[in-house]
């Protein structure tokens, strides 16, 4: 803790706050459950707005839809009072990141064939790919209203700044449908307004201590953004102006262009390794059967993740689609939770 006297009576000091210890996430209810979209560690929606924003409403399986016991959960839940619910989603395997198409840099930029930065979804998961043949009117046919695409509009090499637009996967050129727009974003590293800091970089991820379980993040910026997260900026431009002001030519083609595109690579589907809806009464009532396209044993990492108390605390706990006898550990599992 760092003391500096600024006047006689007026003492400014420091407080280092490495040593504070970080909180745990609280929440009014916890539930856990497949979900159609959504990040693969907890996290909490204060509405079912929200929820459905993150996590989505409605599953394809086949040629028909359907909607998740963990969904409908929470719709009651927040329909009955409820104002804070932690969501464990779980999946049957590893599901990935999307990341953005090529973004083009402006003319005379570096010609290594990478974008200037690269974009992440927040959400994991094969349906954020949108990447894929376009029709008219700059409509994706992989488009849909649970993905997302990308825009860069208003590059100026003089000023070293661009805009970002995250736009709904199923909009068009005609009728586009923006879910954030990010203003006078730049590459340079030393900037308040550098990219990475602006949106965010941060990762997260289930990690392991002996066995108690919790979630690791790594990455220099907390995430700004609801929907992408910046993995890597290949072209820096730090201290993008001269000692006059002008921009140094080397790093104005580093700008990226005017462009729009998708994103994709995530990997993870839901009903894969012989997985079936099974949305129906019967569904669940033998040892490890199959229901929503996960079994009891999908959901021990996020039950061991919950039951870490200096991470999560809620009132009440929940697993729609389980019972005693497809889950008899797991239910157990989940009472001892329940505190």
């Given at each position: 803790m760092a003391e500096t006297l600024l006047s006689p009576g007026v003492l400014a000091r420091e407080n280092d706050q490495s040593f504070i210890t970080a909180q745990p996430l609280?929440?009014?209810?916890?539930?856990?459950?497949?979900?159609?979209?959504?990040?693969?560690?907890?996290?909490?929606?204060?509405?079912?707005?929200?929820?459905?924003?993150?996590?989505?409403?409605?599953?394809?399986?086949?040629?028909?839809?359907?909607?998740?016991?963990?969904?409908?959960?929470?719709?009651?839940?927040?329909?009955?009072?409820?104002?804070?619910?932690?969501?464990?989603?779980?999946?049957?395997?590893t599901y990935t990141s999307a990341t953005s198409t090529l973004i083009p840099t402006g003319s005379g930029g570096p010609t290594t064939g990478l974008s200037p930065f690269v974009l992440e979804t927040l959400s994991k998961g094969t349906i954020m790919n949108s990447s894929g043949s376009e029709a008219a009117g700059n409509?994706?046919?992989?488009?849909?209203?649970?993905?997302?695409r990308w825009e860069i509009v208003s590059p100026n090499t003089s000023s070293g700044t661009f805009s970002l637009l995250i736009r709904k996967?199923?909009?068009?050129?005609?009728?586009?449908?923006?879910?954030?727009?990010?203003?006078?974003?730049?590459?340079?590293?030393?900037?308040?307004?550098?990219?990475?800091?602006?949106?965010?970089?941060?990762?997260?991820?289930?990690?392991?201590?002996?066995?108690?379980y919790y979630v690791q993040t790594s990455g220099s910026y907390g995430n700004g953004s609801a929907y992408v997260r910046v993995s890597a900026v290949n072209y820096l431009t730090p201290n993008y102006f001269d000692n006059t002001g002008i921009a140094k030519p080397e790093f104005t083609g580093s700008i990226p262009a005017a462009s729009s595109g998708s994103f994709g690579s995530a990997t993870g589907a839901p009903f894969s390794n012989a997985r079936v809806a099974k949305f129906n009464e019967l569904a669940g009532l033998t040892?490890?059967?199959?229901?929503?396209?996960?079994?009891?044993?999908?959901?021990?990492?996020?039950?061991?993740?919950?039951?870490?108390?200096?991470?999560?605390q809620y009132n009440v706990i929940s697993m729609p689609g389980l019972n005693r006898v497809s889950a008899p550990s797991q239910i157990t599992s989940l009472i001892s939770n329940a505190r």
């Open positions: 609280q929440a009014g209810a916890a539930i856990l459950g497949p979900t159609v979209k959504g990040p693969v560690v907890p996290s909490i929606v204060t509405s079912y707005t929200e929820y459905q924003n993150k996590y989505g409403t409605t599953v394809l399986s086949g040629s028909d839809y359907y909607t998740y016991f963990t969904s409908i959960a929470a719709y009651n839940y927040f329909q009955n009072g409820g104002d804070s619910l932690l969501v464990g989603r779980v999946t049957n395997g409509t994706l046919v992989s488009g849909s209203a649970d993905n997302i996967g199923n909009d068009t050129l005609n009728s586009k449908v923006v879910l954030e727009t990010w203003t006078n974003l730049s590459l340079d590293p030393k900037a308040s307004n550098f990219i990475s800091r602006v949106i965010g970089d941060q990762t997260q991820n289930i990690a392991t201590d002996g066995s108690t040892a490890n059967a199959d229901s929503q396209g996960v079994t009891g044993s999908d959901y021990v990492t996020m039950l061991n993740l919950l039951a870490n108390q200096d991470e999560y």
